[in-house]
């Protein structure tokens, strides 16, 4: 069975600070990779997603994640936050077009101090 | 069109009782998921329906749990004889499966459940 590790449970930055948060997983066939977040007060809601191709992965708001095959990561990355991205969280990964067999992460809270 | 949505928002309830939570998922979704979010303890699968396939209850944590999908639409949790180890959040989310599906899930609001 697949599983997600996020090694960073609570992380403190300043605005305009580089941002990367980790995700393995463990799966030995080929995968879908998910970020979510939850800002406070609001839904869950996808960040971004890798199916196949470009291993470097661009979402919303400026957030981007790289696909590393060999290292099973898919880390998530913000070259300078805001204030806004004050929010929880969540890589998710399942087996290659299954949608039955996802497995969250437990998440990382990410705290923007302005 | 509308999203995912939750009933109740909030429920309190004395351990023993049972409880309902409703999800609507979005219209013409075929999947639907129940997660329970706990603090730091991330998104915890509960059960998942595809269409009119038997679902898979490989998470419900135990008999207490149970789930129904009526018509392939609303969903409805039960939790009975409620102990205080059921609070919690438990969200609800759909998605698509088609040829051209990203499978992205579409999550509700969640029901906070706190059993005193």
């Known amino acids: 069975a697949q599983s997600v590790s996020q090694h960073n449970h609570h992380v403190i930055l300043s605005e305009a600070a580089s941002l990367e948060l980790g995700c393995n997983y463990s799966y030995g066939g080929t995968v879908n990779l998910f970020w979510y977040v939850q800002y406070p007060g609001q839904h869950l809601q996808l960040l971004l997603k890798?199916?196949?191709?470009?291993?470097l992965v661009k979402g919303i708001k400026g957030f981007e994640a790289e696909f590393i095959k060999s290292k099973f990561s898919f880390n998530l990355r913000k070259p300078s936050v805001q204030w806004s991205d004050t929010a929880e969280y969540f890589c998710?990964?399942?087996?290659?077009?299954?949608?039955?067999?996802?497995?969250f992460g437990k998440g990382t809270r990410l705290h923007i101090l302005p | 069109g509308a999203g995912v949505s939750q009933s109740p928002s909030n429920k309190v309830t004395e351990k023993g009782k049972d409880v309902e939570l409703r999800c609507d998922p979005i219209s013409g979704h075929t999947a639907l998921y129940w997660y329970r979010q706990s603090l730091g303890q991330g998104l915890e699968f509960l059960i998942y329906?595809?269409?009119?396939?038997?679902?898979?209850k490989s998470g419900l944590p135990s008999d207490r749990f149970s789930a129904e999908r009526t018509g392939g639409s609303v969903s409805t949790l039960t939790i009975q004889r409620t102990q205080q180890e059921d609070s919690a959040v438990y969200l609800c989310?759909?998605?698509?499966?088609?040829?051209?599906?990203?499978?992205?899930?579409?999550f509700g609001p969640g029901t906070r459940l706190t059993v005193t």
């Open positions: 998710a990964v399942s087996p290659m077009n299954r949608d039955d067999k996802i497995i």
């Open positions: 989310a759909s998605s698509w499966r088609g040829l051209a599906s990203s499978y992205e899930q579409y």
């Open positions: 329906f595809q269409g009119n396939s038997a679902p898979d």
């Open positions: 890798y199916f196949s191709g470009d291993p």
